[in-house]
């Protein structure tokens, strides 16, 4: 059975779920089984997305309009394709950079696999900016200071850094130049945004 879902960023009428629901119907998804928010993708609570992974059975398989209108993030997605694959549920993107993935095909999974690769690398990318940066800010003489408040490309730092399950809070925060307090107040243990992170973020969004 084919469960859809759908989501726009905004919820003021600025834009609507129209092209998303016709190309969900297109591939046989029954109407009544398409789940739908109007949020950003950043925000933990999605109810339309909370309750359509409830409905997920096992045989299942999940079919979205986009990547991007699934996840939080690279790592987001991961988590929620992982948890399906150890359920036995599908997921197939109709449009967009994710088209080639559909995990009930052997290439549709193998495609999915180059995507975690591809992520693991960006973080270990990020982490190593990161100490590049702060490794030429102290040859210039400056340590880094302890802002009280974080900017978006810090907070991307923060999150890449605190994906790795590995990562110390204390030494991530080191690193950046802020206090573990400070850090905890933008970033949740996971390396996901929490509330004043994901505003930041969306401002920088949409500039």
């Known amino acids: 059975m084919l469960i859809g879902y759908m989501r726009v960023s905004k919820a003021d009428g600025s834009q609507v779920l129209d092209l998303q629901k016709d190309a969900l119907k297109e591939v046989g998804v029954d109407e009544e089984r398409i789940y739908s928010d109007l949020a950003s993708g950043r925000k933990d609570d999605r109810p339309g997305l909370r309750n359509c992974l409830k409905a997920l059975q096992p045989g299942n398989t999940l079919v979205v309009w986009k990547l991007d209108r699934l996840g939080r993030d690279i790592k987001h997605l991961i988590q929620i394709v992982d948890d399906f694959n150890k359920k036995g549920i599908g997921l197939r993107i109709l449009s967009g950079a994710g088209t080639q993935i559909d995990t009930t095909t052997a290439s549709g999974k193998m495609m999915f696999g180059l995507f975690a690769v591809l992520a693991e690398f960006e ?13 030429a800010a102290r040859a210039r003489g400056r340590k880094g200071g302890r802002p009280r408040k974080m900017d978006a490309p810090t907070i991307k730092m923060a999150m890449a850094a605190m994906s ?3 990562s110390v809070a204390a030494d991530v925060a080191k690193r950046l130049g802020i206090t573990t307090t400070a850090l905890y107040m933008y970033i949740n243990g996971d390396g996901s945004p929490k509330e004043i992170a994901t505003r930041i973020l969306e401002r920088e969004e949409s500039v």
């Open 123 to 135: 973080r270990d990318l990020i982490v190593e900016r990161t100490r590049a940066g702060l490794a």
């Open 164 to 166: 790795d399950r590995n």
